[in-house]
């Protein structure tokens, strides 16, 4: 029954590896989301997706990469993982972002630590 | 660009006092507004919404009006409870200035004591 659900919802690795994060809705929503939460609980958007395709993507390392194999999925991964990525991690979906409200709904998040 | 201000928390209440948690926004369009919840560990939850001016969004005993005049979505209760000790989140969605994404304010972290 979960509306938008990511894995895994921790995530602890060193500096220097490689780590992916999913995320898969079942709301049929055409555009899904990745959004950061700082360690002071700012919220920031990082990707945008509709129907698969790349609609946002704010200033983020190219380290990022995000990937959607169809609409109800969008993955993040990330190459070279520095200490500056410890962070939460929300995806979420909405309906078209062209001709919705904007309401979307979030994931458990993943909070990934690097050390 | 489109911003969202809220109120720098945190703020501590006793039981039944009244809540009120200011919002304000700047936007390039006609905005939709919101007020999100996070529970402790956990995700982000639409709490109220309202998408054109003088809307007013209700949940749970919360409840906001859109006011364009003043660029505000102040958040509103007659009666916390402790179950409401979160952090709440103000947002704008803008089809042309957040491109239609959610902006957020930096949150307020509500406590409320027994």
């Known amino acids: 029954d979960t509306a938008v659900s990511q894995t895994p919802k921790y995530l602890v690795t060193q500096m220097g590896n490689d780590k992916s994060i999913k995320c898969e809705q079942n709301?049929?929503?055409?555009?899904m989301y990745w959004y950061k939460q700082d360690s002071k609980k700012f919220l920031k958007i990082m990707f945008s997706?509709?129907?698969?395709?790349?609609?946002i993507n704010e200033t983020v390392p190219n380290r990022f990469s995000p990937k959607s194999p169809d609409k109800a999925h969008l993955n993040l991964h990330i190459n070279s993982l520095e200490l500056g990525d410890s962070a939460v991690y929300f995806c979420?979906?909405?309906?078209?972002?062209?001709?919705?409200?904007?309401?979307?709904?979030f994931g458990q998040g993943t909070r990934l630590t690097v050390v | 660009g489109d911003s969202v201000t809220q109120m720098e928390g945190p703020v501590t209440l006793s039981e039944e006092a009244f809540l009120t948690i200011n919002c304000t926004y700047t936007a390039t369009g006609y905005p939709s507004l919101f007020w999100y919840v996070q529970y402790p560990g956990e995700g982000l939850q639409l709490l109220l919404k309202a998408t054109k001016a003088d809307d007013k969004g209700s949940n749970k005993g919360f409840e906001a009006t859109y006011r364009k005049e003043t660029t505000s979505f102040h958040l509103e209760k007659g009666s916390v409870q402790v179950s409401d000790s979160a952090v709440y989140f103000c947002?704008?969605?803008?089809?042309?200035?957040?491109?239609?994404?959610?902006?957020f304010g930096k949150g307020t972290k509500l406590s409320v004591k027994p």
């Open positions: 709301l049929g929503h055409d555009t």
């Open positions: 997706y509709n129907n698969k395709e790349l609609i």
């Open positions: 979420a979906s909405s309906q078209d972002i062209r001709t919705g409200n904007g309401e979307a709904f």
């Open positions: 947002a704008l969605s803008d089809r042309w200035g957040s491109q239609g994404n959610l902006i």
